[in-house]
């Protein structure tokens, strides 16, 4: 079973930024697609960044030019580079391995 853990999350005003890191273990990672997802309080959880192992992106339209996704497989670890957060970004953030492990999650709250 493969185990993901994720770090980063905080408060943080808005405008500001923050970076999430998931560090997954085993030695399989590089060839997995990773993705970040979100669950907003009392919404669905959402995508918002995958990663694919030849490290093509693809980004929800809601964090285009704001997020950035990106993986380092020496490390076993994907991050996501949050800028100009919003309100509205506050969720918690989960890490998928896909089609293999999820993440516990980080809390992101964005406030002033």
């Known amino acids: 079973q493969v185990q993901l853990v994720e770090s980063g999350g905080g408060l943080v005003q808005p405008g500001g930024s923050l970076r999430l890191s998931c560090a997954a273990s085993?030695?399989?990672?590089?060839?997995?697609?990773m993705g970040w997802y979100r669950q907003p309080l009392g919404k669905e959880r959402e995508l918002v960044a995958i990663?694919?192992?030849?490290?093509?992106?693809n980004y929800a339209d809601s964090v285009k030019g704001r997020f950035t996704i990106s993986r380092d497989n020496d490390k076993n670890t994907v991050y996501l580079q949050m800028n100009s957060l919003k309100p509205e970004d506050t969720a918690v953030y989960y890490c998928?391995?896909?089609?293999?492990?999820w993440g516990k999650g980080t809390l992101v709250t964005v406030s002033s």
């Open positions: 990663i694919t192992s030849g490290e093509s992106t």
């Open positions: 085993g030695s399989m990672f590089r060839i997995y697609a």
């Open positions: 998928y391995m896909a089609g293999v492990s």
